[in-house]
Nanobody
């Protein structure tokens, strides 16, 4: 059984930073990509960033480019999302995702496994 577990959400003031972590387990393939999506209240879920299976390629949504950084950990099943210069409009439930496609493209919604969300609240 596949599990995708995200942690690290919380409350932060505008301009602050947070780091989210996500670990995937139970995948039979070792060449899977991972990504982050978010859903703000009253809005649809939107793509944030995706990283390929080897960790050397990432694609970011324009809204977070230059502020957020996604990376794979030494344990390839773990990824991190470093969020800096947070804005109130970044407030959302953040979802970690796993793709069986090792090389998804930017804005790829073809997720195979979703994790439970973690809430990020940015106060003004």
């Amino acid at each position: 059984q596949v599990h995708v577990v995200a942690t690290g959400g919380g409350l932060v003031q505008a301009g602050g930073s947070l780091r989210l972590s996500c670990a995937a387990s139970g995948l039979t393939s070792s060449t899977y990509a991972m990504g982050w999506f978010r859903q703000a209240p009253g809005k649809e879920r939107e793509f944030v960033v995706v990283i390929n299976w080897s960790g050397d390629r990432t694609y970011y949504a324009d809204s977070v480019k230059g502020r957020f950084t996604m990376a794979r950990g030494n344990a390839k099943n773990t990824v991190y999302l470093q969020m800096n210069s947070l804005k109130p409009e970044d407030t959302a439930v953040y979802y970690c995702a796993a793709y069986l496609d090792p090389e998804p493209g930017p804005g790829d919604y073809g997720v195979d496994y979703w994790g439970e969300g973690t809430l990020v609240t940015v106060s003004s």
